[in-house]
Protein backbone atom coordinates (compact mmCIF):
# COMPACT_ATOMS: atom_id res chain seq x y z
CA UNK A 1 0.00 0.00 0.00
CA UNK A 2 0.98 3.59 -0.80
CA UNK A 3 0.75 5.96 2.55
CA UNK A 4 1.30 9.32 2.65
CA UNK A 5 3.00 11.53 5.31
CA UNK A 6 2.21 14.85 5.03
CA UNK A 7 4.07 18.04 7.29
CA UNK A 8 1.78 18.97 9.80
CA UNK A 9 0.22 22.38 9.37
CA UNK A 10 -1.32 23.65 12.36
CA UNK A 11 0.28 26.41 14.22
CA UNK A 12 3.66 25.27 15.78
CA UNK A 13 2.53 21.71 15.25
CA UNK A 14 6.24 19.87 14.93
CA UNK A 15 5.04 16.17 15.99
CA UNK A 16 4.78 14.13 12.42
CA UNK A 17 2.87 10.72 11.51
CA UNK A 18 4.98 8.27 10.97
CA UNK A 19 8.97 8.64 12.64
CA UNK A 20 11.82 6.96 10.70
CA UNK A 21 11.69 3.71 12.73
CA UNK A 22 7.86 3.31 11.73
CA UNK A 23 8.78 3.96 8.59
CA UNK A 24 11.29 0.97 8.55
CA UNK A 25 8.64 -1.49 9.59
CA UNK A 26 6.25 -0.44 7.60
CA UNK A 27 8.74 -0.86 4.74
CA UNK A 28 9.75 -4.33 5.91
CA UNK A 29 6.00 -4.97 5.60
CA UNK A 30 6.17 -4.68 1.54
CA UNK A 31 4.64 -1.05 1.86
CA UNK A 32 5.81 2.25 -0.14
CA UNK A 33 5.99 6.00 2.51
CA UNK A 34 5.88 8.97 1.06
CA UNK A 35 7.10 11.49 3.48
CA UNK A 36 6.74 15.50 2.31
CA UNK A 37 9.92 17.08 2.96
CA UNK A 38 10.86 18.29 6.06
CA UNK A 39 7.99 16.96 7.93
CA UNK A 40 9.89 15.66 10.35
CA UNK A 41 12.37 18.27 11.02
CA UNK A 42 10.45 20.05 14.16
CA UNK A 43 10.56 16.66 15.66
CA UNK A 44 14.39 15.67 15.11
CA UNK A 45 14.04 13.90 11.85
CA UNK A 46 15.36 14.64 8.51
CA UNK A 47 15.11 14.04 5.43
CA UNK A 48 18.13 11.69 5.34
CA UNK A 49 16.62 9.87 8.52
CA UNK A 50 13.35 8.94 6.73
CA UNK A 51 15.35 8.20 3.25
CA UNK A 52 17.72 5.89 5.12
CA UNK A 53 14.51 3.94 6.51
CA UNK A 54 13.18 3.87 2.84
CA UNK A 55 10.86 6.43 2.85
CA UNK A 56 10.39 8.71 -0.37
CA UNK A 57 10.50 12.22 0.02
CA UNK A 58 8.50 13.72 -1.90
CA UNK A 59 7.94 18.12 -2.81
CA UNK A 60 4.39 19.41 -1.92
CA UNK A 61 1.57 18.71 0.68
CA UNK A 62 -0.58 17.58 -2.37
CA UNK A 63 2.21 14.69 -3.42
CA UNK A 64 1.84 13.27 0.27
CA UNK A 65 -1.80 13.29 0.62
CA UNK A 66 -2.78 11.35 -2.54
CA UNK A 67 -2.10 7.95 -1.04
CA UNK A 68 -4.68 5.09 -0.10
CA UNK A 69 -3.33 5.82 3.60
CA UNK A 70 -2.64 8.85 4.74
CA UNK A 71 -1.00 8.89 8.57
CA UNK A 72 -1.22 12.22 9.77
CA UNK A 73 -1.39 13.69 13.74
CA UNK A 74 -3.98 16.47 13.94
CA UNK A 75 -7.02 17.22 12.29
CA UNK A 76 -6.73 18.38 8.46
CA UNK A 77 -6.89 21.72 8.52
CA UNK A 78 -9.57 24.25 6.06
CA UNK A 79 -6.46 24.47 3.33
CA UNK A 80 -5.90 20.68 3.28
CA UNK A 81 -9.57 19.98 2.60
CA UNK A 82 -8.92 20.22 -1.04
CA UNK A 83 -6.27 16.68 -0.47
CA UNK A 84 -9.19 14.66 1.22
CA UNK A 85 -10.60 11.87 -1.26
CA UNK A 86 -12.86 9.09 -1.77
CA UNK A 87 -11.41 6.08 -0.70
CA UNK A 88 -8.41 7.02 1.08
CA UNK A 89 -8.17 6.41 4.82
CA UNK A 90 -7.23 8.83 6.95
CA UNK A 91 -5.74 8.09 10.49
CA UNK A 92 -5.27 10.66 12.74
CA UNK A 93 -6.86 12.92 15.80
CA UNK A 94 -10.11 14.33 14.81
CA UNK A 95 -12.18 15.62 17.87
CA UNK A 96 -15.02 15.58 15.52
CA UNK A 97 -17.30 16.74 18.39
CA UNK A 98 -16.23 20.51 18.72
CA UNK A 99 -15.36 20.59 14.96
CA UNK A 100 -18.86 20.53 12.41
CA UNK A 101 -17.14 22.05 9.48
CA UNK A 102 -14.08 19.16 9.34
CA UNK A 103 -17.28 16.29 9.75
CA UNK A 104 -19.20 17.71 7.21
CA UNK A 105 -16.15 18.13 4.69
CA UNK A 106 -15.70 14.01 5.26
CA UNK A 107 -19.12 13.08 4.82
CA UNK A 108 -19.27 14.78 1.79
CA UNK A 109 -15.51 13.90 0.48
CA UNK A 110 -15.93 10.10 0.84
CA UNK A 111 -12.68 9.69 2.98
CA UNK A 112 -12.83 6.70 5.52
CA UNK A 113 -11.47 8.80 8.94
CA UNK A 114 -10.41 6.83 11.74
CA UNK A 115 -9.65 9.20 15.03
CA UNK A 116 -6.91 8.09 16.91
CA UNK A 117 -8.99 9.20 20.04
CA UNK A 118 -11.56 6.62 19.44
CA UNK A 119 -9.86 3.56 18.84
CA UNK A 120 -11.18 1.60 21.94
CA UNK A 121 -10.23 -1.55 23.55
CA UNK A 122 -11.74 -2.89 26.37
CA UNK A 123 -9.66 -3.06 29.88
CA UNK A 124 -7.89 -0.45 31.49
CA UNK A 125 -6.02 0.66 28.82
CA UNK A 126 -9.21 1.48 26.73
CA UNK A 127 -8.03 4.48 24.77
CA UNK A 128 -4.66 2.97 23.57
CA UNK A 129 -4.07 6.32 20.85
CA UNK A 130 -5.11 8.60 23.06
CA UNK A 131 -3.70 7.71 26.39
CA UNK A 132 -0.02 8.86 25.33
CA UNK A 133 -0.50 11.96 24.49
CA UNK A 134 -3.22 12.26 27.62
CA UNK A 135 0.05 11.70 29.53
CA UNK A 136 2.25 14.12 28.22
CA UNK A 137 -0.70 16.86 27.86
CA UNK A 138 -1.53 16.27 31.89
CA UNK A 139 2.14 16.56 32.37
CA UNK A 140 2.50 19.75 30.06
CA UNK A 141 -0.48 21.91 31.69
CA UNK A 142 1.09 22.10 35.41
CA UNK A 143 4.69 22.96 33.28
CA UNK A 144 2.75 25.73 31.51
CA UNK A 145 0.88 26.67 34.34
CA UNK A 146 3.89 27.40 36.50
CA UNK A 147 5.02 29.44 33.98
CA UNK A 148 2.15 31.56 33.39
CA UNK A 149 1.41 31.94 36.72
CA UNK A 150 4.76 33.83 36.78
CA UNK A 151 3.95 37.79 37.19
CA UNK A 152 6.17 38.36 33.79
CA UNK A 153 3.74 36.07 31.95
CA UNK A 154 0.47 38.06 33.25
CA UNK A 155 0.02 35.88 36.38
CA UNK A 156 -0.29 36.38 39.97
CA UNK A 157 3.42 35.80 40.80
CA UNK A 158 2.82 32.71 43.03
CA UNK A 159 5.47 29.88 42.65
CA UNK A 160 3.69 26.15 42.97
CA UNK A 161 6.06 24.69 45.25
CA UNK A 162 6.03 27.91 47.81
CA UNK A 163 9.26 28.50 50.44
CA UNK A 164 9.26 27.17 54.23
CA UNK A 165 7.36 29.98 55.73
CA UNK A 166 5.13 30.46 52.91
CA UNK A 167 2.53 28.88 51.51
CA UNK A 168 2.67 26.51 48.54
CA UNK A 169 0.22 27.24 45.57
CA UNK A 170 -2.91 25.36 45.16
CA UNK A 171 -3.70 23.33 42.14
CA UNK A 172 -7.35 22.31 41.41
CA UNK A 173 -7.98 19.66 38.67
CA UNK A 174 -11.58 19.06 37.54
CA UNK A 175 -11.13 14.72 36.02
CA UNK A 176 -9.03 11.93 37.88
CA UNK A 177 -8.30 10.03 34.59
CA UNK A 178 -4.87 9.94 32.72
CA UNK A 179 -4.97 13.70 31.89
CA UNK A 180 -5.86 14.86 35.33
CA UNK A 181 -3.61 11.91 37.29
CA UNK A 182 -0.41 12.65 35.33
CA UNK A 183 -1.06 16.45 35.95
CA UNK A 184 -1.19 15.85 39.69
CA UNK A 185 1.99 13.77 39.47
CA UNK A 186 3.51 17.03 38.79
CA UNK A 187 1.91 19.47 40.94
CA UNK A 188 2.29 16.99 43.76
CA UNK A 189 6.25 16.60 42.64
CA UNK A 190 6.91 20.24 42.89
CA UNK A 191 5.13 20.82 46.23
CA UNK A 192 2.09 22.10 45.80
CA UNK A 193 -0.99 21.93 47.33
CA UNK A 194 -3.45 19.42 44.64
CA UNK A 195 -7.12 19.00 45.16
CA UNK A 196 -8.82 16.19 42.47
CA UNK A 197 -12.52 16.00 41.68
CA UNK A 198 -14.31 13.53 39.50
CA UNK A 199 -17.60 12.02 39.43
CA UNK A 200 -16.18 8.13 40.02
CA UNK A 201 -16.21 6.94 43.11
CA UNK A 202 -14.04 3.87 41.74
CA UNK A 203 -11.81 6.35 40.22
CA UNK A 204 -11.11 8.60 43.81
CA UNK A 205 -10.44 5.12 45.78
CA UNK A 206 -7.80 4.71 43.08
CA UNK A 207 -6.12 8.06 43.43
CA UNK A 208 -6.22 7.50 46.88
CA UNK A 209 -3.82 4.35 46.38
CA UNK A 210 -1.75 6.33 43.84
CA UNK A 211 -1.25 9.60 46.49
CA UNK A 212 -2.76 8.61 49.73
CA UNK A 213 -2.77 11.80 51.89
CA UNK A 214 -0.68 14.38 49.45
CA UNK A 215 -3.82 14.70 47.21
CA UNK A 216 -7.22 15.87 48.64
CA UNK A 217 -9.78 13.95 46.57
CA UNK A 218 -13.32 15.01 46.34
CA UNK A 219 -16.27 13.82 44.28
CA UNK A 220 -17.36 16.27 41.65
CA UNK A 221 -20.49 18.17 42.56
CA UNK A 222 -21.16 22.25 41.76
CA UNK A 223 -20.73 22.86 45.58
CA UNK A 224 -17.59 21.27 45.70
CA UNK A 225 -16.26 22.79 42.03
CA UNK A 226 -17.23 26.45 43.23
CA UNK A 227 -15.56 26.04 46.15
CA UNK A 228 -12.33 24.37 44.82
CA UNK A 229 -12.23 26.85 42.01
CA UNK A 230 -12.43 30.16 43.73
CA UNK A 231 -8.89 29.26 45.75
CA UNK A 232 -6.98 27.83 42.95
CA UNK A 233 -3.65 29.16 41.29
CA UNK A 234 -3.99 26.76 38.58
CA UNK A 235 -7.39 25.28 37.55
CA UNK A 236 -6.59 22.48 35.00
CA UNK A 237 -9.41 20.94 32.97
CA UNK A 238 -9.08 17.25 32.35
CA UNK A 239 -12.44 16.05 31.61
CA UNK A 240 -13.05 13.57 28.86
CA UNK A 241 -16.52 12.23 27.60
CA UNK A 242 -15.62 9.96 24.75
CA UNK A 243 -15.92 11.14 21.32
CA UNK A 244 -18.13 13.98 22.61
CA UNK A 245 -18.09 17.62 23.68
CA UNK A 246 -16.60 18.04 27.22
CA UNK A 247 -19.57 19.44 29.28
CA UNK A 248 -19.50 22.78 31.26
CA UNK A 249 -18.25 22.65 34.62
CA UNK A 250 -17.00 25.75 35.24
CA UNK A 251 -19.08 28.89 34.48
CA UNK A 252 -18.37 32.63 33.61
CA UNK A 253 -19.64 33.91 36.88
CA UNK A 254 -17.51 31.20 38.89
CA UNK A 255 -13.85 32.47 36.75
CA UNK A 256 -14.85 36.15 38.10
CA UNK A 257 -14.64 34.96 41.67
CA UNK A 258 -11.08 33.34 40.97
CA UNK A 259 -8.07 35.52 42.43
CA UNK A 260 -7.27 38.36 39.29
CA UNK A 261 -3.61 36.35 38.01
CA UNK A 262 -4.78 32.72 38.40
CA UNK A 263 -4.03 30.60 35.36
CA UNK A 264 -6.93 28.30 33.81
CA UNK A 265 -5.38 25.58 31.53
CA UNK A 266 -7.73 23.65 30.27
CA UNK A 267 -6.65 20.69 28.36
CA UNK A 268 -10.64 19.08 27.45
CA UNK A 269 -10.22 22.47 25.05
CA UNK A 270 -9.62 20.06 21.57
CA UNK A 271 -13.16 18.66 22.95
CA UNK A 272 -14.77 22.14 23.02
CA UNK A 273 -13.63 22.02 26.36
CA UNK A 274 -15.31 22.46 30.32
CA UNK A 275 -14.30 26.14 31.49
CA UNK A 276 -17.37 28.75 30.08
CA UNK A 277 -14.60 31.47 29.19
CA UNK A 278 -11.97 29.53 27.60
CA UNK A 279 -11.47 29.18 23.81
CA UNK A 280 -8.64 27.38 21.40
CA UNK A 281 -5.25 29.26 21.70
CA UNK A 282 -2.60 28.54 19.65
CA UNK A 283 1.26 28.04 21.31
CA UNK A 284 2.29 31.50 18.94
CA UNK A 285 -0.35 33.35 21.07
CA UNK A 286 -0.85 30.68 24.09
CA UNK A 287 -2.85 32.95 25.93
CA UNK A 288 -5.26 35.56 27.02
CA UNK A 289 -6.59 37.28 30.00
CA UNK A 290 -10.46 37.22 30.80
CA UNK A 291 -12.34 38.18 33.92
CA UNK A 292 -8.91 38.94 35.61
CA UNK A 293 -7.71 35.74 34.57
CA UNK A 294 -5.31 34.09 32.81
CA UNK A 295 -6.03 31.46 30.13
CA UNK A 296 -4.31 28.51 28.27
CA UNK A 297 -6.37 26.80 25.78
CA UNK A 298 -3.71 25.59 23.26
CA UNK A 299 -5.42 22.35 22.08
CA UNK A 300 -2.28 20.67 21.00
CA UNK A 301 0.20 20.80 23.88
CA UNK A 302 2.12 17.89 22.47
CA UNK A 303 3.05 19.47 20.16
CA UNK A 304 5.35 21.75 22.32
CA UNK A 305 7.47 18.66 22.91
CA UNK A 306 7.46 16.61 19.23
CA UNK A 307 10.84 14.80 20.26
CA UNK A 308 8.90 12.83 22.91
CA UNK A 309 5.48 13.00 21.55
CA UNK A 310 5.89 11.48 18.02
CA UNK A 311 7.59 8.77 19.49
CA UNK A 312 5.05 8.05 22.14
CA UNK A 313 2.60 8.40 19.73
CA UNK A 314 3.94 6.10 17.44
CA UNK A 315 4.61 3.41 19.62
CA UNK A 316 1.03 3.35 20.41
CA UNK A 317 -0.03 3.82 16.49
CA UNK A 318 2.25 1.67 14.69
CA UNK A 319 0.33 -1.84 15.34
CA UNK A 320 -2.86 -0.39 14.18
CA UNK A 321 -1.06 1.39 11.00
CA UNK A 322 0.74 -1.77 10.10
CA UNK A 323 -2.64 -3.32 10.26
CA UNK A 324 -4.71 -0.89 7.89
CA UNK A 325 -1.45 -0.76 5.35
CA UNK A 326 -1.55 -4.90 5.24
CA UNK A 327 -5.62 -5.20 5.34
CA UNK A 328 -6.63 -2.26 4.22
CA UNK A 329 -10.93 -1.28 5.09
CA UNK A 330 -10.88 -5.21 5.63
CA UNK A 331 -8.78 -4.60 8.76
CA UNK A 332 -11.76 -2.91 10.45
CA UNK A 333 -13.56 -6.37 10.61
CA UNK A 334 -10.72 -8.06 11.87
CA UNK A 335 -10.28 -5.59 14.80
CA UNK A 336 -12.86 -4.05 16.64
CA UNK A 337 -11.18 -1.74 18.76
CA UNK A 338 -10.01 -0.20 15.53
CA UNK A 339 -13.29 -0.46 13.50
CA UNK A 340 -14.87 1.89 16.91
CA UNK A 341 -11.99 4.50 15.72
CA UNK A 342 -14.21 5.11 12.64
CA UNK A 343 -16.03 8.15 12.57
CA UNK A 344 -17.11 8.72 9.19
CA UNK A 345 -16.99 6.39 6.48
CA UNK A 346 -18.89 5.93 2.70
CA UNK A 347 -20.16 9.31 3.04
CA UNK A 348 -21.86 8.80 6.56
CA UNK A 349 -20.98 9.99 10.21
CA UNK A 350 -20.67 6.41 11.77
CA UNK A 351 -19.55 7.15 15.68
CA UNK A 352 -22.31 7.21 18.06
CA UNK A 353 -21.13 10.05 20.30
CA UNK A 354 -20.29 12.10 16.97
CA UNK A 355 -23.98 11.26 15.95
CA UNK A 356 -25.39 12.59 19.35
CA UNK A 357 -23.50 15.79 18.99
CA UNK A 358 -24.52 16.78 14.77
CA UNK A 359 -27.99 14.31 14.83
CA UNK A 360 -28.88 16.63 11.94
CA UNK A 361 -25.66 14.83 10.14
CA UNK A 362 -26.73 11.09 10.28
CA UNK A 363 -28.58 9.83 7.64
Known sequence: MEIGVPKENKDQEFRVGLSPSSVRVLRENGHSIFVETQAG??????????????????????????????????????????????????????????????????????????????????????????????????????????????????????????????????????????VGTEAAKIAVGVGASVQILDVSVERLSYLETLFGSRVELLYSNSAHIEAAVKEADLLIGAVLVLGRRAPILVSRELVKQMRPGSVIVDVAVDQGGCIETLHPTSHTNPVYVEEGVVHYGVPNMPGAVPWTATQALNNSTLPYVVQLANLGILALEVNPALAKGVNVQAHRLVHPAVQEVFPDLVS
Request: hydrophobic residues 40%; glycine residues 14%.
Open 41 to 178: NGAGFSDNDYRSAGAEIVPTSETAWNRELVVKVKEPLTSEYKFLQKGQILFTYLHLAADRKLTEHLIDCGTSAIAYETVEQPGANRLPLLTPMSVIAGRLAVQFGARFLERQQGGRGVLLGGVPGVKPGKVVILGGGV
